[in-house]
């Protein structure tokens, strides 16, 4: 079975730091990875899909890396700001369907 | 922009009552989820759905059945609702069963769903 880990758990810089969150899988065989953030309360925007056969995606101040074989990504967030707090979450496709991380909590002060 | 449309975004039911879950998508995608999102716990899958009338368990299905008769709509149904079902209820779509062809998963904004 899947198990999508990120950490760490919670995050909490100035604005205009750069932000690193990683997450791992353990089974490699997987699709696609896709990236999401959520707001408290609310539904999951997705961020970043990136394709198996992809080593990283771009949009805006964002910027996903995957690493199929040693079952990792990172999303980069450049020059964070207040409006980046949120909790954000790693998901991989495998088996026609999504394994989630817990995700990683991140407050940007101003 | 692809819509997901849950029909409430709270809800408050008594134990044992059937309860409706529903949602909507506007993009003509095949393939229809639901998950639950409880604190520790993540996400998990409860069903889904890659065409009409077709229905597939996910990780959690015990309590919950689903439905979908129309390709825009994904019902989700507990039995007999029961206290340790209260939580918040994610419906998703997507194009493509896997993220292929850069085709991501679009979720809805939630239902919190308490059972009393």
């Known amino acids: 079975k899947q198990e999508v880990t990120q950490i760490p758990a919670a995050l909490s810089v100035p604005e205009g730091e750069n932000l690193v969150l990683n997450c791992s899988f353990t089974?490699?065989?997987?699709?696609?990875l896709q990236w999401f953030r959520q707001d408290p309360g609310k539904g999951l925007t997705s961020l970043l899909l990136?394709?198996?056969?992809?080593r990283e995606q771009t949009s805006g101040r964002l910027n996903a890396s995957l690493d199929k074989s040693s079952g990792r990504s990172t999303l980069y967030i450049a020059a964070s700001q207040p409006g980046d707090s949120a909790t954000y979450l790693c998901?991989?496709?495998?088996?026609?369907?999504?394994?989630f991380g817990a995700g990683t909590t991140v407050t940007v002060r101003a | 922009d692809v819509k997901v449309t849950q029909s409430s975004r709270y809800l408050v039911k008594r134990t044992g009552e059937k309860v409706f879950l529903e949602c909507v998508q506007d993009?003509?995608?095949?393939?229809m989820f639901w998950y639950r999102q409880d604190p520790g716990l993540g996400l998990r899958l409860i069903y889904f759905?890659?065409?009409?009338?077709?229905?597939e368990k996910g990780d959690i299905p015990e309590g919950y059945s689903v439905s979908r008769e129309k390709k825009e709509r994904f019902s989700l149904i507990l039995e007999s609702a029961s206290t340790n079902q209260t939580s918040m209820y994610l419906c998703?779509?997507?194009?493509?069963?896997?993220?292929?062809?850069?085709?991501?998963?679009?979720f809805g904004d939630g239902t919190r769903l308490s059972i009393l």
């Open positions: 998703a779509s997507s194009l493509s069963p896997t993220g292929g062809s850069n085709q991501p998963q679009h």
């Open positions: 990136i394709q198996s056969s992809q």
């Open positions: 998901a991989v496709w495998d088996d026609y369907k999504l394994s």
């Open positions: 089974d490699s065989a997987i699709y696609n």
């Open positions: 993009m003509d995608h095949e393939n």
């Open positions: 759905s890659y065409d009409v009338k077709m229905k």
